[in-house]
């Protein structure tokens, strides 16, 4: 059995920055491209980052320039540095990642508030 645990939520000021952390535990094999998405109140979840076994980036527009998606292979853990952050960028985030053997598997979220 594998988890994913998020970290590093909580309320900023806007223009400010947080970093976030989900760290893969149990039996893990490897691990493909793990991910960053976050849900607002009221919407769907949609995608803000993610980053290949090859460390190939992908980023949302909205985000593009602000914020930094990396990953830690000897830590089965990725991360992602939000700066600049806007009152937008309010909601929760979750963390994904493609684990071998498992295959995908979500994180149970973490918030992130943005006050104006």
């Known amino acids: 059995q594998v988890q994913l645990v998020e970290s590093g939520g909580g309320l900023v000021q806007a223009g400010g920055s947080l970093r976030l952390s989900c760290a893969a535990s149990?039996?893990?094999?490897?691990?493909?491209?793990m991910g960053w998405y976050r849900q607002a109140p009221g919407k769907q979840r949609d995608l803000v980052a993610t980053?290949?076994?090859?460390?190939?980036?992908n980023y949302a527009d909205s985000v593009k320039g602000r914020f930094t998606i990396s990953r830690d292979d000897n830590k089965n853990t990725v991360y992602l540095q939000m700066n600049s952050l806007k009152p937008e960028d309010t909601g929760v985030y979750y963390c994904?990642?493609?684990?071998?053997?498992?295959?995908?598997?979500w994180g149970q979220g973490t918030q992130v508030t943005v006050s104006s």
């Open positions: 149990g039996s893990i094999f490897g691990i493909n491209t």
């Open positions: 980053i290949t076994r090859a460390h190939i980036t």
């Open positions: 994904n990642a493609d684990i071998r053997v498992y295959g995908p598997r």
